[in-house]
């Protein structure tokens, strides 16, 4: 039988109870976080949501199956049966990623936004992180108002976060990463040292505007492939937005992670953007004192889960900020298989460039963690 191999992992999400956010807020703001209404023939819901509404079908008996199987794991919703799981799978550390949080782009009251994720952080603190040494939950923060923002990553880094969470496109309401409006947010992560943590998947839904589709882009043939490899480029866009625009080059010190993306995305853009700045010096307003490559090497991270290209980046293309990631309980995850997986990726590979895949990486984004079981 092989060794086990230990693995931090740098992608997992929690389910919240669903009731967080009613119970912990006023009831004036209570009234406005999402809740819904199911017919009573079982086949349509109401989503009710900051004074907003929009009607749903239910999936069917086959959809809910599938939906209730990726998040089969046990720890799914409790901290200390994940704890079991982690052992036995061979994770030791993870980055916890919040599920409630994936409302947050529909709010469009900046009070209820703001007052929500905070219950969601105090949550998340004393049930994750606070209690459990090997779990680094991400905080969240308000993307419709960069006030609250920073106020709420001040707040919480004094409490002992390490990472922020952030969804790929900010608040449709809000200007995007690479403008201005955002400088004062980067400086304050930067200063508090907090990492800040993109995830794919999560481009924001504007309920306002009558879009309930989510990530839904494509019909017809092939559509399921379609949606579920588009969800890997917003990752991509979120970090040359950081690098185009300056905000990476400014505070040298920031670290953002791209989570579940693959990574040998990242040399390529850092190829494209070097092209861009070569072959059309000219037409760049915004020039960088470092080089598209230097920023993205050193600055951002990026998590796999199956790729064998990931490790291949590691070991052939210079890009050492790889990181491997779990991505429990979900079904496109490695929960059931987790060593089989390790053992497939890295039985040909490098000890040092597994070591630094598996291990090295997220200590250098977390530091003073347990350490990892030699066996």
């Known amino acids: 039988m092989a060794t086990k191999i230990w693995a931090n992992s740098a992608d997992s999400h929690f389910l919240e109870p669903e009731d967080l956010w009613r119970e912990n807020l006023p009831s004036r703001l209570a009234d406005l976080v999402p809740r819904t ?14 004074g907003m509404s929009f009607r749903r079908k239910l999936p069917t008996m086959k959809a809910q199956e599938f939906i209730e199987a990726s998040m089969r794991a046990p720890g799914a919703r409790d901290v200390n049966k994940r704890m079991a799981d982690l052992d036995q799978e061979g994770v030791w550390a993870e980055l916890v990623f ?15 936004l703001r007052e ?24 969240q923060v308000s993307t419709l ?32 990463y690479h403008h ?8 304050a992560a930067e200063a508090a040292r907090m990492v800040i943590a993109f995830h794919i998947g999560t481009d924001p839904v504007d309920l306002s505007s009558g879009n309930t589709n989510g990530e839904i882009k494509y019909r017809g043939p092939g559509g399921f492939i379609l949606n579920f490899t588009e969800t ?37 853009i850092a190829d494209r953007m070097e092209e861009g700045y070569r ?24 998590s796999f889960q199956h790729d064998a290209t990931a490790v291949m980046a590691a ?52 530091p003073g963690l347990p350490p990892v079981p030699s066996v």
């Open 37 to 50: 209404v199911k017919d009573p023939d079982g086949q349509w819901e109401t989503v009710h949501i900051d």
């Open 98 to 112: 919040p599920s409630l949080g994936m409302w947050s782009s529909s709010f469009r009251t900046p009070e209820v």
């Open 232 to 268: 890997s480029f917003g990752g991509q866009r979120a970090a040359m937005k950081m690098v185009a625009s300056g905000a990476l080059d400014r505070h040298p010190e920031l670290k953002v992670l791209v989570a579940e993306g693959g990574a040998t995305w990242v040399p390529f």
């Open 180 to 187: 201005a409006d955002w400088e004062p947010f980067w400086a």
């Open 145 to 176: 108002d960069v006030g609250d923002a920073i106020a709420e990553l001040e707040r919480v880094a004094e409490m002992g976060y390490r990472a922020v969470f952030l969804p790929v496109t900010p608040h449709p309401l809000q200007k995007d």
């Open 279 to 302: 072959q059309h010096d000219s037409a760049v307003k915004h020039k960088l004192k470092r080089s598209a490559r230097e920023i993205l090497y050193t600055q951002v991270y990026a």
């Open 116 to 139: 929500a994720l905070r219950v969601s952080n105090d949550w998340a603190w004393d049930t994750i992180d606070k209690p459990h040494p090997r779990l680094v939950a991400t905080a």
């Open 315 to 366: 070991a052939h293309m210079g890009y050492s900020n790889v990181l491997w990631g779990s991505d429990y309980p979900h079904m496109e995850g490695t929960y059931g298989h987790t060593q089989k997986t390790l053992q497939g990726l890295f039985k040909d590979a490098d000890p040092a460039i597994r070591e630094r895949i598996t291990v090295g990486a997220f200590q250098e984004l977390f």
